[in-house]
Each structure stands twice: as C-alpha cells, then as structure tokens.
C-alpha cells in the first residue's frame, strides 16, 4: 500500500540564500546572510530572533519581497521570485503577504475602513469588493463599531488591530509581524498577542521578529541568527497544538 505524504506544504523556502551589501568600490561591506536554509510550512506560528546585527531585518525583507537575495533561490507559495519584475514582485508580495509593524503605518488622514480597504486598491478591487473585505475583517478583529473612525480617534491596541485587518485583507498566505507589540503596554500587547493566536489557530501561517522571549515562548518554533546563519531552530511544540 503506497504511503500519503501528510507533510504540510512550504508557503516559504530559503535556498543556499546570500545578502550581500557592498561598498562604493565594490568590496564586500557585509553578507547579511550567508548561505541561509530555510523551510516554513503551511500553517506555522514562528518567531525570529537574533541580536542587532545578525541578519534578521534582512532576513525578514528577503522573506517579505522587500529585497532579492543576492545569491541563491526564495520560493514564496512555491514561485521562484527571482523570476519577478519590480512590478510583479510587488503585485505578488500584495496577495501573498500581509504585513503588520510596530508603527501601525496608518493613514491618518483615512478612516479605519478606508485604511483596510488600501491594499485592494492597488490590486484594482471594485469598490463594492474593497468595501465587503475591509468589513468582513474588521469584524474579526472586534471593530466592527469603528469604521468611521481615524487612527487618532482609537488607542493604541485598536490601531493595531486596524493594522491587523489591513494585513488580513487579502487574503494573504503567510502574516508577517515585525515587533508587533513593541508600542503597546503589556495588557494591550496581550490582547493582540492573543488575536495573532487565533488567527494561528484557524490555520494562517505567521513569521514573528521579536526580541521578547516571553513573545517567542508562545510560537511553535524559534529561529535564532547571528552573523548571518541561523544559530539554532528549535521545535517548541507540535504543529497546530495550543501555545497554552
């Protein structure tokens, strides 16, 4: 009887992958990264961690679209990326990842719906289906009360979860969280801690930068780097199980 592969697939895989920065005279400055492996599955609550320095900005740019490698292949929902124009690289980062930061990045001037609605804007979304999505994900972050709302008018935590529904909004395959409680007082960034479990736990992929420990404690897997390479990637629990 032949055997099903019940391994879930790679949304992201690094291979061989290098970041090279270099000088005006085109000496090496830095290799950011230095020949990287790297494979998150389908469904994985990761964080990245690492002291200033080694490698985990770059490493989060290259695993966004925000920056090509230097050397070596990246697979995104398995597509070579390398294969994309500036143009097309940055429709697909659109589709397939959403991103969330520690500044919110908010449009103060925009309401908070206006705000969700942002991002299927540039990927030419009717306004009717701009509309649908923005509410139907801001009602899973508990805003549905707040849609004519601007940033200034929300606290902190709100304005995060804004952020969040921005990310969700379409429908990405991996969510992205650089120190997403970073600005927040610690039963704020409980709360919104507690929200990127759910998302976990309905099956969203989601790749952490943190340099709390009590923040990495709750992912299933910790990717620590120094100059560079990955130090150490440490299972903390099986895939899908709860972090409490």
């Known amino acids: 009887m032949a055997l099903t592969n019940t391994a879930p697939a790679p949304v992201a895989e690094l291979r061989g992958v290098w970041k090279t920065y270099f000088r ?24 990245i961690m690492g002291p200033s320095g080694s490698g985990k900005s770059t490493l989060m740019n290259i695993l966004g679209c925000l920056d090509q490698p230097t050397e070596g292949e990246y697979l995104l ?15 697909f980062r659109g589709q397939k990842i959403g991103f969330v930061f520690q500044a919110f990045n ?43 709302h601007r940033p200034s008018e929300l606290s902190g935590g709100q304005q ?29 960034g409980e709360s919104i801690l507690s929200l990127i479990e759910d998302l976990h736990a309905q099956g969203m992929t989601i790749i952490m930068v943190t340099h709390d420990d009590s923040v990495a404690d709750r992912c299933e897997r910790v990717v620590r780097l120094r100059d560079g390479l990955i130090e150490s990637d440490e299972r903390l629990r ?7």
């Open 160 to 188: 995060q979860r804004v952020a969040i529904a921005r990310a969700l909004v379409a429908d990405p395959v991996v969510l992205m969280a650089d120190e997403p409680t970073g600005n927040l007082d610690s039963a704020t």
């Open 24 to 47: 005006p005279d085109g000496g090496v400055l830095v290799n950011a990264l230095a020949g990287t492996d790297l494979i998150i599955n389908q469904g994985e609550y990761i964080a």
């Open 77 to 91: 929902d398995g597509r070579d990326v390398a294969d994309l124009d500036d143009q097309a690289l940055s429709l």
């Open 106 to 148: 908010l449009i103060s001037q925009l309401t908070i719906e206006e705000n969700v609605e942002t991002p299927l804007f540039y990927q030419g979304r009717s306004q009717q289906a701009r509309r649908r999505s923005a509410r139907e994900k801001l009602a899973l972050v508990g805003l549905s009360d707040r849609l004519g």
């Open 238 to 244: 099986s895939l899908g199980s709860s972090a409490h």
